[in-house]
Nanobody, 124 residues
């Protein structure tokens, strides 16, 4: 059974940085794409970033381009989201997800397995 465990969330001031980690188990991690999504209170879950199986292809929502970096270490079965220059509007629960193909998807419906989420709070 696929399991995803996020960590690294917390409280940070605007302009600060956090690195989220998502550790995967249960299947061959290196064969599958990974995605990051976030959900703020009262809002729908939205796409943040995604990465293909090899790490060569990455995708970002416009609001985080240039500030967030998505990368993976297939030897450690872990995907990371480095978040710099954080803004109050980045406050949300962040989820990692995986799907049954090596090509990244950009919507929640593209993903089959989800982590439990980690809270990121950015104060102004």
């Amino acid at each position: 059974q696929v399991q995803l465990v996020e960590s690294g969330g917390g409280l940070v001031q605007a302009g600060g940085s956090l690195r989220l980690s998502c550790a995967a188990s249960g299947r061959t991690f290196s064969s599958y794409a990974m995605g990051w999504f976030r959900q703020a209170p009262g809002k729908e879950r939205e796409f943040v970033a995604a990465i293909g199986w090899s790490g060569a292809s990455t995708y970002y929502t416009n609001s985080v381009k240039g500030r967030f970096t998505n990368y993976r270490n297939n030897a450690e079965n872990t995907v990371y989201l480095q978040m710099n220059s954080l803004k109050p509007e980045d406050t949300a629960v962040y989820y990692c997800a995986t799907r049954g193909t090596g090509v990244a998807g950009l919507t929640p419906k593209d993903y089959d397995y989800w982590g439990q989420g980690t809270q990121v709070t950015v104060s102004s």
